[in-house]
């Protein structure tokens, strides 16, 4: 029988310790990096979670902070010495409020607000924990799937508006002529941002939003009447292969990145047929590959995503590929400032 003393060391990198010391010294920076983001971030969503972050979008005294939080006066110093540190906040003269950055990532108006960010980071860190512990697919109830939603789409807006009239409608001439030309379809919508800042740039725009997720489909539902256009998008729940209406859309968009693989090959199906001869369809590369520098975040969002049994990193040019094995003709691979889209037909 084997004991702990027949066991064989482990090979370690050069037997010199003051080599040993600098590689563990390393390591340990490292840890305590990653250690000190996350208690910088339970603090900021425990702050969020307490309305901070809704009480500092105006500018307030200390005395009026101290009120609010309930902390003792030293206990608010170190708390708001460490948002300061952080550029959460900005204090002066006696008086205290979010940075100018965090201000506007808090505030109704953001594309993706700082809400939908610590929302989305705390179903990631579970997720990634349960990837390690169980050997199954990872869960994604109706409540995770709705912080997906929001911190992939956005909520549509004012900004969204300025972005899409200014930067991507301009890159994208296809987008617009479609619309002018006939219904819309918007494929996986999740919160249906693009297609209700869309629907805003375009008076005449008619669209259908599928969304396979109840939840989800009553935020957006939620959405478009806050729009005001719920007479223009019809937003249906329901499986996108199962739609069967031929030849009616002029486009649409199709949200690849969250078709699982024994999917796809349907939706493309139900996409040709539901377009018009010549009728456009767009297809996001939503996750390119990433220089080392983002390589870390990238992996950790690519164990998650197979957690749940859909593709990643797919390219563009592997998702012309699918589209032309679908039966689409490719007329480009667009690159914006959104990234590369890939604009494919319908043959006439």
Same mark, same amino acid.
């Given at each position: &029988?084997?004991?702990?003393?027949? !066991?064989?060391?482990?090979?370690?990198?050069?037997?010199?310790? &003051?080599?040993?010391?600098?590689?563990?010294? !390393?390591?340990?920076?490292?840890?305590?990096?990653?250690?000190?983001?996350?208690?910088?971030?339970?603090?900021?969503?425990?702050?969020?979670?307490?309305?901070?972050?809704?009480?500092?979008?105006?500018?307030?005294?200390?005395?009026?902070?101290?009120d609010f939080s309930g902390l003792p006066p030293d206990r608010l110093t170190d708390v708001l010495a460490v948002l300061e540190a952080h550029g959460i906040v900005e204090q002066l003269d006696g008086h205290v409020q979010l940075s100018a950055s965090f201000e506007a990532l808090a505030a109704a108006d953001a594309w993706?607000?700082?809400?939908?960010?610590?929302?989305?980071?705390?179903? &990631?860190?579970?997720?990634?924990?349960?990837?390690?512990?169980?050997?199954?697919?990872?869960?994604?109830?109706?409540?995770?799937?709705?912080? #997906?939603?929001?911190?992939?789409?956005?909520?549509?807006?004012?900004?969204?508006?300025?972005? *899409?009239?200014?930067?991507?409608?301009?890159?994208?001439?296809?987008?617009?002529?479609?619309?002018?030309?006939?219904?819309?379809?918007?494929?996986?919508?999740? #919160?249906?941002?693009?297609t209700l800042t869309l629907a805003s740039l375009y008076p005449e725009m008619e669209a259908v939003a599928i969304e396979l997720v109840p939840t989800v489909a009553a935020?957006?539902?939620?959405?478009?009447?806050?729009?005001?256009?719920?007479?223009?998008?019809?937003?249906?729940?329901?499986?996108?292969?199962?739609?069967?209406?031929?030849?009616?859309?002029?486009?649409?968009?199709?949200?690849?990145?969250?078709?699982?693989?024994?999917?796809?090959?349907?939706?493309?199906?139900?996409?040709?047929?539901?377009?018009?001869?010549?009728?456009?369809?767009? &297809?996001?590369?939503?996750?390119?590959?990433?220089?080392?520098?983002?390589?870390?975040? *990238?992996?950790?969002?690519?164990?998650?995503?197979?957690?749940?049994?859909?593709?990643?990193?797919?390219?563009?040019?592997?998702?012309?590929?699918? !589209?032309?094995?679908?039966?689409?003709?490719?007329?480009?691979?667009?690159?914006?400032?959104?990234?590369?889209?890939?604009?494919?037909?319908?043959?006439?």
């Amino acid at each position: &029988m084997s004991t702990l003393d027949d !066991a064989v060391p482990v090979a370690t990198t050069g037997s010199d310790p &003051m080599e040993r010391l600098a590689l563990s010294r !390393a390591a340990r920076d490292q840890v305590e990096t990653w250690a000190n983001g996350a208690q910088a971030l339970a603090l900021l969503t425990s702050l969020r979670d307490r309305g901070w972050t809704q009480f500092l979008l105006e500018r307030r005294e200390l005395a009026a902070l101290a009120d609010f939080s309930g902390l003792p006066p030293d206990r608010l110093t170190d708390v708001l010495a460490v948002l300061e540190a952080h550029g959460i906040v900005e204090q002066l003269d006696g008086h205290v409020q979010l940075s100018a950055s965090f201000e506007a990532l808090a505030a109704a108006d953001a594309w993706i607000g700082l809400d939908d960010l610590l929302d989305r980071s705390e179903l &990631m860190t579970r997720l990634t924990r349960t990837a390690a512990e169980e050997p199954g697919p990872l869960p994604l109830t109706e409540p995770d799937a709705l912080v #997906v939603a929001r911190a992939a789409g956005g909520a549509a807006g004012a900004v969204t508006k300025a972005l *899409y009239e200014q930067i991507f409608v301009p890159q994208l001439p296809e987008l617009s002529a479609a619309i002018k030309a006939g219904p819309w379809l918007d494929a996986g919508c999740g #919160v249906a941002c693009a297609t209700l800042t869309l629907a805003s740039l375009y008076p005449e725009m008619e669209a259908v939003a599928i969304e396979l997720v109840p939840t989800v489909a009553a935020e957006t539902v939620r959405r478009a009447e806050a729009f005001g256009v719920t007479d223009r998008i019809d937003i249906r729940v329901m499986d996108a292969r199962e739609l069967d209406e031929a030849d009616r859309f002029s486009g649409a968009f199709w949200a690849q990145p969250f078709f699982p693989e024994q999917t796809r090959a349907e939706t493309l199906a139900m996409l040709l047929r539901v377009l018009q001869p010549g009728g456009v369809l767009l &297809m996001q590369e939503m996750e390119p590959e990433p220089d080392e520098a983002d390589r870390p975040a *990238y992996s950790l969002r690519k164990l998650v995503a197979h957690g749940w049994g859909v593709p990643f990193g797919r390219t563009a040019k592997q998702l012309a590929d699918e !589209a032309k094995t679908a039966g689409f003709e490719i007329e480009r691979l667009a690159r914006t400032d959104f990234g590369r889209l890939v604009i494919a037909r319908r043959p006439v």
